[in-house]
C-alpha cells in the first residue's frame, strides 16, 4: 500500500512519464518489482519454517498426542497459538531466535509451561534482542541477580521487559526466567553443549 501511495505521489508530482504507454510500462515494472519482493520474502519465511520444524519434530510420542487431544478440543486455543507462533516465526531476526521459539513451543507442547505463560514468553522473545541471550544465561548463573551493571547487555534487557533495575542491583522477573528456562538454556543445551 505505501508503494502505490508514493507512486501516486510521483505521478502527482509529474516526475514519471507522461505518456500513457510510458506510464504502463512503469506501473508493469513496479509491480514486478512487488511480486519478486514477495518472492523473496515467502523465501525467507519458508526456510524460517523449516528451522522451526527440523527443532519441533522430535517429541515424544506421548506428548505429542496429549497436546494433539487438548487442541482439538479447544480450537480457538489452538487456533491463537498457531496465529502467535507463526507471527513470531515471521517476525524473527535470527536463526538463535527461531530456535528459542521452537524450544518454548517443545516446552509448550510438553506441558512444563502454561499456554498463558507461553505467550507472556513469545513477548519477550519478540522483544528481546537475541544478542542479550548471552547476558541472560550469565545471569542464571547468579540466581538471575547481579550486583553492578552489564553495561554491553542491561538495556536490551530492561527494554524486552525480563529485568529491572533496584539500586544498585539487576534482577531478571519471571518471565525473564521462564524465557532462560525453557528456552534459552534449552537452545545453549542443543547448540553448545553447556
Known amino acids: 500500500m505505501d508503494g502505490l501511495v508514493r ?3 510521483l ?4 516526475t514519471l512519464p507522461r505518456t500513457p504507454i510510458e506510464l504502463i510500462n512503469y506501473v508493469c515494472t513496479f509491480i514486478e ?31 505429542r ?17 498457531v496465529r502467535i507462533v507463526f507471527d513470531m516465526i515471521d517476525k524473527a531476526i535470527s536463526d538463535s531466535q527461531i530456535d528459542v521459539i521452537a524450544e518454548l513451543v517443545i516446552s509448550y507442547i510438553q506441558g512444563k509451561i502454561t499456554f498463558e505463560q507461553l505467550t507472556s514468553i513469545m513477548f519477550a522473545v519478540k522483544m528481546l534482542n537475541p544478542s542479550a ?5 550469565r545471569l542464571a548463573e547468579t540466581n538471575f541477580v547481579y550486583n553492578g551493571r552489564l553495561y554491553e547487555s542491561e538495556a536490551l534487557l ?4 525480563v529485568a529491572s533495575r533496584h539500586g544498585n542491583q539487576l534482577r531478571v522477573n519471571d518471565i525473564g526466567r521462564s524465557l532462560y528456562e525453557y528456552g534459552i538454556k534449552p537452545y545453549y543445551d542443543k547448540n553448545i553443549g553447556n
Not at 512487488?34 to 515467502?42: G, K, L, P, S
Open 7 to 9: 507512486m501516486f505521489e
Open 11 to 14: 505521478v502527482v508530482s509529474g
Open 65 to 81: 498426542q496429549r497436546f494433539i487431544d487438548e487442541h482439538n478440543a479447544n480450537p480457538k486455543k489452538r487456533e491463537e497459538m
Open 158 to 161: 530492561l527494554a524486552a521487559g
Open 133 to 137: 541471550y548471552p547476558s541472560l544465561k
Open 33 to 63: 518489482l512487488v511480486a519478486r519482493i514477495r518472492d523473496v520474502r515467502d523465501k525467507i519465511v519458508t526456510n524460517k519454517c523449516k528451522r522451526f520444524f527440523s527443532r519441533v519434530v522430535n517429541i515424544p510420542e506421548e506428548d
